[in-house]
Each structure stands twice: as C-alpha cells, then as structure tokens.
C-alpha cells in the first residue's frame, strides 16, 4: 500500500524566511510525484510531478526535489501571498494506475 | 478558459435525503475523479472514471454512486446510505497515465 507522509504539519515563517516542507513516501515502484497548493476554500492547484530521483523542478519561489524515499518543496524568500496548505501525492506502479495517494498536507504562514 | 467547475459550492443534506453534486470539465480529459476532504486529512478516494460509461469504485464508495454518461460530466451522489456525509468534495480530471490532476473548486456538504 502506498503511503505519504508530510512534515511538518504547520509552518510559519517570517516575510523573507526559507524553509523546506518534506514529503516521505513508500510506493512499490513511482510513476510521479505530485506538488499542489490549497488557498482554503478552494481546489488544489497543481505546482509540480516529478518522475525520477535527482529531478528538480522550479517556480518562482518554489523548488521542488526529489530522491527515492522523500522529495522537498524549498520556499526562497517567501511572501504572505505563500501561505497556504502545500499537499504532496504519489501515483505508484501497482494497483490502478490512475490513482493517487495523498499525504495530509503542510499549512504554511508567512508572516509580513 | 478550460477547466473544471463544481456546483453548488455549498449544498445541505436532509436526513433520508439524497443529493447530487456536479462536476463538468471543459479540457477534454478522459479520466475523472471524485476526492473527499475532511480536516486534518488527506484527500481520499471515492470513485473514478477512466472513460464514458465506466467508472470504479475508490477507498471510500460505501454510501455514493457515480455515473459517466458524458466525457464532460461525473455526477455524484450522497446517498442517505452515507451516515457521515459532512466534509468538502473535490473532483479532478486528468489526460490519464502520469499526468497530473487537475481539480475543480469543491463543494462543501454539510447536514441540516
């Protein structure tokens, strides 16, 4: 069964403060690895997939890693406009192959 | 512009009482999605389509029904089979293999 764990559970970090939030996984075998954010109230937004160990991805102020047990979000200088809760996802090998595992999510404050 | 729209975003349930929420997709997306949220938890699985006229159940389908009579459209409903039927759903879609999901702007169920 795959399984996703996020830490730490909340974050908060002053205007200009980086950070990382880690998302651990166990997956018989990755297909990609999903980053969103949620704004409350609101869907997801999709941010990034990575498919193998050693890929990076970049966005603004965002930077996602990933290695074969865990992948990163790091947060450069963040703003206010950041806070939200980032959830990370796998879609594994086995079973359907549609299906994606979640893990609970980080809620992020960045304080002005 | 494409993407995914739920509707209602908030909807009340009376006890015995089945209710049916909407999601339609303007992507053109073959697979489509139905996630539940409840606090402090990650999304879980209830139902998913991978094309017209067929769908399979998730982790959670005990008290919900689905169908997929168009490729625009994944209707839900709660059942009052569904003693716990409070919590925030989401619906996505996506073009299917390893590419991500996208997600509309749920809707909030909560019981009168």
């Known amino acids: 069964e795959d399984q996703v764990t996020q830490s730490p559970e909340a974050l908060r970090l002053q205007e200009g403060e980086s950070s990382s939030l880690n998302c651990s996984y166990t997956v018989s075998g990755l297909r990609g690895l999903f980053w969103y954010r949620q704004d409350p109230g609101k869907g997801p937004e999709f941010l990034f997939t990575?498919?193998?160990a050693g890929e990076e991805k970049e966005k603004e102020r965002l930077k996602a890693t990933l290695t074969k047990k865990e992948s990163f979000l790091h947060i450069t200088a963040p703003k206010p406009e950041d806070s939200a809760t980032y959830l990370c996802?796998?879609?594994?090998?086995?079973?359907?192959?549609?299906?994606?595992?979640f893990g609970s999510g980080t809620q992020l404050t960045v304080l002005p | 512009d494409g993407g995914i729209t739920q509707s209602p975003k908030y909807l009340f349930r009376k006890e015995g009482q089945n209710v049916t929420l909407s999601c339609e997709q303007n992507l053109n997306h073959d697979a489509m999605y139905w996630y539940r949220q409840d606090p402090g938890q990650g999304l879980r699985l209830i139902y998913y389509s991978q094309i017209v006229n067929d769908f399979q159940k998730g982790d959670i389908a005990e008290g919900y029904s689905v169908s997929r009579e168009k490729k625009e459209s994944f209707p839900l409903t709660v059942t009052s089979a569904q003693k716990n039927p409070t919590a925030f759903y989401l619906c996505?879609?996506?073009?299917?293999?390893?590419?991500?999901?996208?997600f509309g702007d749920g809707t909030r169920l909560s019981i009168l």
């Open positions: 990575l498919y193998s």
């Open positions: 996802a796998v879609q594994g090998l086995s079973g359907s192959a549609r299906q994606l595992t």
């Open positions: 996505a879609s996506s073009a299917g293999g390893a590419q991500p999901q996208h």
